[in-house]
């Protein structure tokens, strides 16, 4: 006889609904907040840049790429720059408005495809793009592994036969996912990019081992006089929540497979090291056959 596990209880359930609600769109609700705090996130750029070039060399430039998770365009301004037709695909109003005011020129905008939409069920046609990227940790926000196959076959769909799914995603660090959850980390005092209000970053987070879900959560404070510790009030003046699904490297290669994909590499930190010698992200390229 099997035995059944145990539910959970209904307000655990619904309180685990809403804290994934707000860790989907806390963090993406301040777009000028959010391109100010990834300005020096360049690694990336290079990377989604390298991968789009060598496939125009390969099958004549420019390609079409569907991007998911664009949010402001950090990695979609410059693939359009390489003269690349890009749709950025993306949930959040907000982040997209700020893509869509950033690009001015009539060329740019010709090339460019504005989607709000859901990466689990892609609104697009089959086999038609030549390349599909997923960048900074996109896909973690995916919360289980329902909702990863779901993209992860929805992107071999659209890709062309020899079409290119490249994506990165945080590689887990046990040690850090364990750090004490009440403790503030990262402090980091700076003016927010519009307002000019003086402010204090800090975070604190904590993993739930069963859904593999990391729940952060980002403070944002008054900054005390200069020479003056910070010491965290009772309440933040903002709190934002920012949930991440931990995906583990052989979880990558069975959604990859499953999906009907070939991994053709799976390295760290945009500087093809071993998993073993990377210190944050695991960068996947995978290729739909022929």
Known sequence: MSRRLPRRPRAEAETQARLLEAGTTDHYLDADLYDFEYCDRVD?????????????????????????????????RPLLADGHHVVALDAMPAMLASLREAVLDDDTRA???????DMRAIPLPDVAFDAVFA??????????????????????????????????????????????????????????????DKLIYSTNHTYDQQTQICHIRIFY???????RKFVPPPRPRR?????????????????????GLELTS?????????????????????????
């Open 239 to 259: 709190l934002v929540h920012l949930a991440h699904r931990q995906i583990f490297p052989e979880e990558v290669r069975m959604l990859v497979a499953v999906a």
């Open 135 to 196: 960048p900074f940790n996109a896909l973690m926000h995916l919360y289980s592994w329902r909702e990863l196959l779901a993209c992860f076959t929805d992107v071999a769909r659209v890709l062309r036969p020899g079409g290119t799914f490249a994506f990165d995603v945080q590689l887990p660090d046990l040690d850090w996912l364990q750090w004490d959850p009440d403790a503030r980390h990262s402090i980091t005092r700076f003016a927010h990019p519009r307002t000019g």
């Open 266 to 290: 799976l390295t760290g930190d945009f500087a093809e090291k071993p998993l073993r010698r990377a210190k944050e992200s695991q960068v996947a390229i995978c290729v739909k056959p022929r």
């Open 221 to 227: 404070d008054d900054a005390p006089p200069q020479g």
């Open 111 to 117: 090339r460019l495809e504005i989607l709000e939409a």
């Open 44 to 76: 990336d750029i290079r990377f989604y840049q390298a991968v789009a070039a060598q496939i125009g060399a390969q099958v004549g430039a420019p390609i079409k790429i569907l991007e998911l998770g664009a949010g402001t365009g950090r990695v979609t």
